[in-house]
């Protein structure tokens, strides 16, 4: 019992780093090279509410964040993306959290928010849209954009940036768009 015990524990060690900033960047990147428009979903968020499709439509770029609650730099980037949403909300801008492993860690996803005062909206994807939409990459954190149309634009970005380097590709993308 206890070999199995010691067992479980490594795997799960070992799933978590393997997710969090995983060196197959290539794999994400091409998986999600071929989404050309988000998937129809509604999916939770993490205040009880529902979100759906519809939410790129009153927003010109929308940063999607994919992040996991066992990946130290999926967390310690989450302060700086809430000052990127706020600071460039004027410019029709918003990020959306998707909690890659929310569906089995949601009180744990809902703590690390709070404890990190993040009010940019935070998905818990059901399984159609894991299956359709997070299952495209085996590492976190990943981001995307999309336009107001639900199409994918811009550059994908694999692993975590600092503030400026977000901020850089957000003003780059937001002009291409234009």
């Known amino acids: ?23 197959s960047k290539t794999n994400s990147r091409e998986t999600f090279d071929t989404l050309k428009t988000m998937p129809e979903f509604k999916c939770k968020d993490t205040k009880d509410g ?3 499709k519809d939410i790129f439509k009153g927003k010109n770029l929308t940063m999607v964040n994919i992040w996991g609650t066992g990946c130290k730099p999926c967390i310690d980037e989450l302060p700086y993306l809430e000052e990127l ?46 299956k359709e939409f997070v299952s495209r990459t085996s590492e976190t954190p990943v981001s995307i954009f999309i336009n107001n149309k639900g199409q994918r634009v811009g550059e994908i970005i694999i692993g975590s940036k600092s503030k400026e380097e977000y901020k ?3 003003k780059k993308t937001l002009m291409e768009i234009q």
């Open 85 to 130: 949403n706020n600071e460039l909300k004027s410019q029709n801008f918003q990020i959306i959290g998707v909690v890659g492993d929310g569906l089995s860690n949601e009180i744990t996803a809902i703590k690390i928010l709070n404890h990190e005062k993040i009010n940019f909206i935070n998905m818990i994807p059901n399984e159609e849209f894991i």
């Open 168 to 170: 850089n590709i957000i």
């Open 1 to 23: 019992m206890k070999k199995n015990f010691v067992l479980f524990v490594f795997l799960i060690i070992s799933l978590t780093f393997i997710g969090c900033n995983s060196q």
């Open 50 to 52: 529902y979100i759906t």
